[in-house]
Each structure stands twice: as structure tokens, then as C-alpha cells.
């Protein structure tokens, strides 16, 4: 990889106010009426709140967890959920800070932290580098920055922070911060495990903070089993490089032993593992800690561990609590005194010889699984009045360190069951954070310094950036505009691709599309998803052969493909054929060999009506500014003005009219090994832009002919088994009372769907609302269940659909 010298990249660098309005270019989302927010961009969905939080749910009445219906992609996500889609929730984290002011020992977390009160776009500023999305920003990051500021301010008595514990006073101290904090993520397969959020906090107050540790307080998401453990993953290897190993640095938490059922482990066992880590900061060098700590609720006791008495250190009571730094001097305390905990899993061994006072008398029950709370910390830092520091850390997932479902486990030994644990991926998805921070071999600031590398095998490998914030990651093309058109037994996609196939990679600098992909299932799980057709360019990679000398060399692709006919023009051949010229069988020309491969499949035949097609064959590409284009070129079917030449169609013929398609559309870009590279392909996430359709007649076309409604099945059946022969329920997170459904079709876009027993009462009612229609404007459900959230009885009911033209009336009956 070659250092390069570019134009410096602006970092995140944001204004600083006391109240959380808009900053820089990012927009404002419509007023919406939560104050979290939330990434669902890549394989980990994260909510985020206004006041320094991550991870939280929402909560109903009666304590019950429900999800967060995140604004923007309409999804409902469930906290902190890794891999996305499987509901294994993991770590809830909340930003604390303690600092010497003065002769006072401050702190600052939730509930000090203030934000702004209101809905969602009071709160929240976004962007995105995406620019088929309507809050596009030229100084957006990421697939989707959220932006806001918090701050602490003011002193006050609060019984809420610590009055509850009576040998406290309760009263707060305000170190006087103001923090602005840019959360980011993004959806390609080698950047989609992680969540940023880069932080700048301002001493607004009269005296300088002195001795600043920031903490990242991370608990286990109550209702998921007290089963858990955490531990830190110091160091790793480096795959395939001359056995390098890589400082990681990474407080995790994951499930005991990953949710076997029945001795293997299913679509929805927590296998994974979820951490935090520290990527950079503006002070020169910090100093991280690890510790944890539980509570015993049988015993009233807590416990964690605790660095053992010396002279210069002697104990430090946390009185009433042992491990649990209840108050701001006691947390300030255990935050400036930074050392590595050991992990749960060994807390029944004795560490006693590494400077831990004894484990606890419980301590096999602690190894084998409880529910903790973890602390990552880091500092120190100075922030003189008007001044400010800034950090960056990383929220990250891992699968897969779970692999044995039949290990055991021996609390008293437990090496042997750490052993066969498997943290890569966990270390691969932190190093590739630490990457998209700081990228590897570039100098940002033009000074001349690109960073850090090794030389192996005779390559030159880049591990470590220049040590200025890039928040810059190889993305995938934007996914393209779509629109799904309905007939019975028939869907017919179609979408645009002008910018899939214009929009520069912000990492490599190139325009590298290079197809697209139909993808469709009949849920909404990744792995339920299947390629339909796939379209590619005819474009070759050209490898060159370089000569190291004493014998040896290598093949080196550091150009970007070529299509066939530049290959026929470098190569002055007009009948060149690349195909001829493989790694075995070289092509010799002059001083110089090369061979060539393929990019993807080249399955570039655009003619075929049963494969992707041009809708209009015969447009031509008006180029890139729009002030160009005239009415003949474009097509108005989508939210702006597109080029004709750039629309797309793929059909789905056959089709039962009664089962639910789940369709995407993809594009992917070729990878890059030159340059700043060794990228290899990138696809645009299938679930961003998942669209659920039915293969019946459009809403548009029930209203344009007054079709009459229709609901199936009818009668409905028990035991007819609909979720064992897949039709209901197929992810399987609904209990079989809940999951049951009958269905409505030829549906008008906007109506209301009422459900009535043969006495007469209402039982269930539905708004049915598409007032601007879509694939699924003609279908709804109902789930069988009452208005009083009881599943209905065997028998015959009426059902009534009214809309603005008419009102229909039917009846179906239910089997148990």
C-alpha cells in the first residue's frame, strides 16, 4: 500500500453550544416524538440517546422492554442487537467523567448530563455521504452521522443521583462540560460491525479540570438471562502476516457459552460477543482500565475484583458496597488508579500473585455466568477553562466466539474452555474501527508522516494511520432507487442506478460500480435471502509480475480493471482476449508479464427478458449535470429527475398471490488492490432496502375497477400447521397464539378494517393506511387476537372494510 498525499481531510471538529440545535450541514430530521435515535445501518443496530447513552430500550407500562421504532429506517430495534435481525441483545453504556476541580473531586453522567428537551428533531442534527438519501451532507462521515450536545453545567442538590444512598449529602458538583457527540456507522461487509462515536468535551466552567478520566459505564440489557460474561481482549494475531499480532484493547460481554439448543446451536443462539474500545484521542498518550463488578441480590452483597492493600496503596473502603464506586470520590478513585482487570470466566482463580486480593467464597458461580457490569476508562486528561479535549471509541460486535456447543466448563480451570474460544472477529471488526479512524498509510494532515507499517513476505503492510481522525471506510455504491410494481402471480422490479453508477468510493477515489443484485425471501432474515439474477460489467483485473531479484517475485494488481475494449487498445490487438492469459500461461509483452482475471462473473447481457434489462434500450447516457438533461432523457417515477439510461428491470413470474416476497435490489463495486487498497468487493447492505410485496393486484388497480375485497385463509385452520409449512412465523420469535394471521387483499390504499362476532361486537379494528400506495397498499393482516389482547375462539365472524367510495362486508370462520 502506497502512502499518499492528498488535500487534508476535515475532521470532526464541531461547534460547541449550550443547547442541542443544528450544526455545520448535517440536517434535521421531521419532528418526531422520541428523544432516541438509532443506527441500523450495518450488522449491528444500536439505539443512542440524547444524553451520552447507548444501547437503551424503551420501556411500556409495567416495566416491559418494547423497541424502538427508529425514525429513519423504520426498523424496530431492540438496544444494542448483534448480528442485526437475531434480537441477541447485548451491553447497554452510559458516559461518566471524573475530574479534580480545584479541591473538588467532580463528576459528571446520567442524570447530571442535560440535553435539550423535546421530540427527535430538537435534539438531533444527521448527514449522510449517501447522496440518494434526503439528508445527504458534503460533511457527513458515514451512512448515517447522528449528532447532538449534552452538557453539566449547573450545581445542584438532586436526591436522584445520590440521596438514595443515605451516607451521601446529594449534592452535585457541575465540572462544567459541554459535550458534542458524532455517533456514525456505515453498511459495507468489512465496516459494517461497529458503531463510532467521536466526542469533544469544553470546560465552560471558571476552573481548570485537572486529571480527567472518561468511563464507559456498560451493562448487560435486563431480561436477557443473568448468564453473561465479560472479559478483555488485550491482543491478536494478524492473519497471514508473518505473525504480527495487533493490540486490541477491547472490554466485551457475551452470553456463557453462546445458547445451544439440544446440543447444537440454532439461527438465534448468542454466539457473539459485543465490546468497547478506545480508538484515539487528542492527548498525546492515555492510560486504559478494565474492571467489573456484580450484585448479589440473595446475599445483598457485591463484589469484583480489587487490587490487593499495599503501603503506598492502602484499601480503599467503597463502603456499604466492596466493589461498587457508589459515589463520586470513591469512582474517581478506582478511575485514576488504571489497571486491567482479569476476566469472569477466571474469577474463581487466584490472582492473589498478580495483585487481586482473594476471590469471593461464590466465585465458581460468578465464572460460571452472572450479570455484570463492566467498566472501560481511560485518561488522564488536562482541559483548561474555554478548552476542550476530544476522544473517539468504538462500540463492537464479533461473532462466532462461541463454536463448541458441548464445551465444558470447570470454573476452577477454566483456561481450557477460554481456549477454545474464538475472539478473531471480535479483534478483525476492532481493527478495521481503529482503520475507518485513523486510515492506514495516508497522510491526512500533508506533514509527511502516513503512519506506521511491517514489512512482510516483502510487502509493505500499513497497520497504523498518521494519528489524524479520517472517519473515512471504503463504502459500496449507493443502493439504487426502486419501486416494485404488482399484478397476480407477478412483480415486476425496476430501479435506477444513475448514482450507483457515478458516485466516487470516498476511499479510494474511484467510481467503482460494478453490478447489482435481485435478491429475494419470504422474511426478513439475511440468510433467508437468495441471488434471483445478478448483472456485472465484462471488466479484467491486469496482474504484473515484479521482479524482487535472486529468483523472486510476485504478482501485484495495483491498477484498476480494464474493460475489454481498453484491454484490445493498451494491448493493440483489436482481437485480444484475456481469457487466454492465466496465471500459468502468462502473456510475455516486452520486458513486462502479465495475466488476467476476471471481475466477478461478467454476466453483462442486459437483452434478456428473463434476466436484469434496460427498460429503454435505446436511451443514451445524457451524462452527469443534470442542467444538460432534457425531458426526453429522464424518467419522473422516482422522488427527483433520473436518466432514462440508467433504469433497470428484472420480473418475477409464477408467484403464489398469497405469500409475502421480501425484494431487494444491491450493487457492488469491484474492490481496489491498489493504491490505498487491498479492498476487496463491497456490496450495498440487502436489508436497507428490503421491501415486503404480495404478487396480487395493485391498490391503484382495486380502486381504478372497485375490486372487492377478499380474506384468506378462509376458514382458517389450526391444525392446518401454516408456521410448520412456512407461512407464518418463519423467523420463529412469535409464540404460536401471536403469530397466527388472516389476511385481506384487494385492499383500497386508505380504509378501515373492522372484525365483528355473529352478536355483533367489535372485535378488532385495523387502519389500513397507504395514502401514496406501494407494493403492499392492497394487503393487510389481522393476528386473531381481540381488542382485549385475547386470542379470539372457534367460530364465524364478520368482517367490514369502509372506505371514501364504499363499504364491503364478508364473513370467515376460524377451526381450532
Known amino acids: ?116 428537551a423535546g421530540n427527535y428533531n430538537s435534539i438531533w442534527t444527521i448527514g449522510t455521504l449517501n447522496n440518494s438519501q434526503p439528508h445527504y451532507s458534503p460533511d457527513a462521515h458515514s451512512e448515517l452521522d447522528l449528532e447532538c450536545v449534552y452538557y453539566d453545567t449547573v450545581s445542584f442538590q438532586d436526591s436522584i443521583i445520590w440521596g438514595w444512598y443515605p451516607y451521601e449529602s446529594g449534592w452535585h458538583e457541575a465540572p462544567g462540560l459541554v459535550v458534542t457527540q458524532r455517533s456514525m456507522a456505515w453498511s459495507g461487509a468489512l465496516i459494517d460491525d461497529f458503531v463510532l462515536f467521536h466526542y469533544e468535551m469544553t470546560n465552560m466552567g471558571h476552573k481548570p479540570l485537572e486529571n480527567v478520566y472518561v468511563c464507559l459505564w456498560c451493562n448487560n440489557i435486563w431480561g436477557t438471562g443473568d448468564e453473561h460474561l465479560t472479559g478483555f481482549l ?126 469471593w467464597p461464590y466465585a465458581d458461580l460468578i465464572a460460571g455466568g452472572w450479570r455484570s457490569t463492566m467498566y472501560y476508562y481511560f485518561g488522564p486528561f488536562d482541559i483548561p477553562v474555554r478548552d476542550k479535549v476530544s476522544f473517539t471509541i468504538a462500540v463492537v460486535g464479533g461473532d462466532n466466539v462461541h463454536n463448541d456447543p458441548l464445551a465444558h466448563f470447570d470454573p476452577n480451570h477454566p483456561q481450557e474452555f477460554y481456549d477454545q474460544l474464538d475472539f478473531s472477529e471480535l479483534a478483525t471488526n476492532a481493527r478495521w474501527a481503529q482503520w475507518v479512524y485513523d486510515n492506514p498509510g495516508y497522510d491526512t494532515d500533508s506533514d509527511g508522516y502516513c503512519g506506521e507499517f511491517r514489512i512482510c513476505e516483502g510487502d509493505t503492510i500499513w497497520y497504523k494511520g498518521d494519528g489524524v481522525p479520517d472517519f473515512r471506510g471504503n463504502t459500496p455504491p449507493p443502493a439504487p432507487f426502486t419501486r416494485i410494481l404488482t399484478e397476480p402471480s407477478k412483480i415486476t422490479i425496476r430501479w435506477n442506478g444513475f448514482l450507483c ?47 524482487l531479484g535472486s529468483g523472486y517475485g510476485k504478482w501485484l494488481n495495483d491498477e484498476p480493471p480494464y474493460s475489454l475494449e481498453e484491454l484490445q487498445t493498451i494491448h493493440d490487438n483489436p482481437n485480444f482476449d484475456p481469457h487466454r492469459y492465466t496465471r500459468d500461461y502468462p502473456l510475455f509483452e516486452g520486458d513486462s508479464v502479465f495475466y488476467f482475471q476476471m471481475v466477478d462473473a461478467n454476466l453483462d447481457d442486459l437483452s434478456s427478458p428473463l434476466g436484469i434489462h434496460k427498460v429503454y434500450p435505446n436511451a443514451t447516457d445524457p451524462g452527469t449535470d443534470s442542467t444538460l438533461w432534457t425531458e426526453d432523457d429522464i424518467t419522473h417515477d422516482y422522488s427527483r429527475p433520473l436518466p432514462k439510461y440508467y433504469e433497470y428491470e428484472y420480473v418475477l413470474n409464477n408467484l403464489m398471490p398469497t405469500v409475502p416476497y421480501f425484494i431487494s435490489v444491491t450493487s457492488f463495486d469491484f474492490g481496489y488492490a491498489g493504491g490505498r487498497g487491498n479492498l476487496p468487493p463491497d456490496e450495498s447492505n440487502p436489508l436497507n432496502n428490503l421491501t415486503e410485496c404480495y404478487a396480487q393486484t395493485s391498490a391503484d388497480t382495486v380502486e381504478a375497477y372497485d375490486l372487492d375485497v377478499y380474506v384468506y385463509p378462509n ?94 362486508i364478508g364473513k370467515f370462520v376460524i377451526i381450532k
Open 501 to 547: 453508477e457515478t458516485t466516487k468510493d470516498p476511499f479510494s477515489n474511484l467510481v467503482d460500480f460494478e453490478g447489482y443484485r435481485v435478491y429475494c425471501g419470504l422474511d426478513t432474515r439475511r440468510a433467508s435471502l437468495s441471488i434471483l439474477s445478478s448483472y456485472d460489467r465484462e471488466n479484467f483485473f491486469r496482474l504484473k509480475w515484479h521482479d
Open 234 to 359: 488485550r491482543e491478536s494475531p494478524v492473519p497471514d502476516q508473518c505473525g504480527n499480532i495487533d493490540d486490541i484493547n477491547i472490554a466485551y460481554s457475551m452470553d456463557d457459552d453462546g445458547d445451544p439448543v439440544s446440543g447444537a446451536f440454532g439461527p438465534h443462539s448468542r454466539r457473539g460477543a459485543v465490546g468497547v474500545t478506545l480508538l484515539g484521542s487528542s492527548a498525546e498518550s492515555v492510560q486504559i482500565g478494565y474492571n467489573w463488578f456484580l450484585w448479589d441480590a440473595a446475599r445483598s452483597q457485591d463484589w469484583g475484583p480489587r487490587r490487593r492493600p499495599s503501603l503506598d496503596e492502602p484499601f480503599r473502603s467503597f463502603n456499604p458496597f466492596f466493589a461498587f464506586p457508589a459515589n463520586e470520590l470513591t469512582l474517581y478513585h478506582m478511575l485514576s488508579r488504571p489497571s486491567i482487570a482479569y476476566d469472569q470466566l477466571f474469577a474463581a482463580v487466584d490472582h492473589t500473585g498478580e495483585g487481586w486480593m482473594q476471590p
Open 715 to 808: 376458514p382458517y385452520r389450526v391444525d392446518a400447521d401454516y408456521h410448520e409449512r412456512g407461512y407464518e412465523n418463519r423467523a420463529g420469535r412469535i409464540i404460536p397464539d401471536r403469530a397466527r394471521l388472516l389476511h385481506f387483499g384487494n385492499l383500497p390504499n386508505v380504509c378501515m378494517i373492522s372484525i365483528f362476532s355473529l352478536d355483533g361486537d367489535l372485535i378488532g379494528k385495523k387502519d389500513h393506511n397507504f395514502p401514496e400506495g406501494g407494493p403492499e397498499a392492497m394487503h393487510d393482516w389481522w393476528n386473531l387476537v381481540s381488542r382485549s389482547g385475547l386470542a379470539v375462539e372457534s367460530g364465524l365472524y364478520y368482517w367490514v372494510v369502509e372506505s371514501a367510495t364504499r363499504s364491503q
Open 1 to 116: 500500500m502506497m502512502c499518499t498525499k492528498t488535500q487534508t481531510i476535515v475532521t470532526v471538529m464541531l461547534g460547541v453550544t449550550l443547547l442541542c440545535t443544528s450544526h455545520g450541514a448535517l440536517a434535521q430530521v421531521p419532528d418526531y416524538p422520541w428523544p432516541l435515535a438509532a443506527h441500523s445501518q450495518g450488522n449491528i443496530q444500536l439505539t443512542v440517546d440524547e444524553i451520552g447513552g447507548f444501547g437503551d430500550l424503551a420501556m411500556r407500562y409495567g416495566g416491559e422492554w418494547f423497541p424502538f421504532p427508529d425514525p429513519i429506517t423504520n426498523d424496530s430495534i431492540y438496544g444494542c442487537v448483534y448480528p442485526r435481525g437475531t434480537r441477541n441483545m447485548f451491553i447497554t453504556g452510559r458516559l461518566r467523567v471524573a475530574a479534580v476541580k480545584g479541591s473538588d473531586t467532580v463528576s459528571s453522567y446520567v442524570p447530571a448530563w442535560s440535553g435539550d
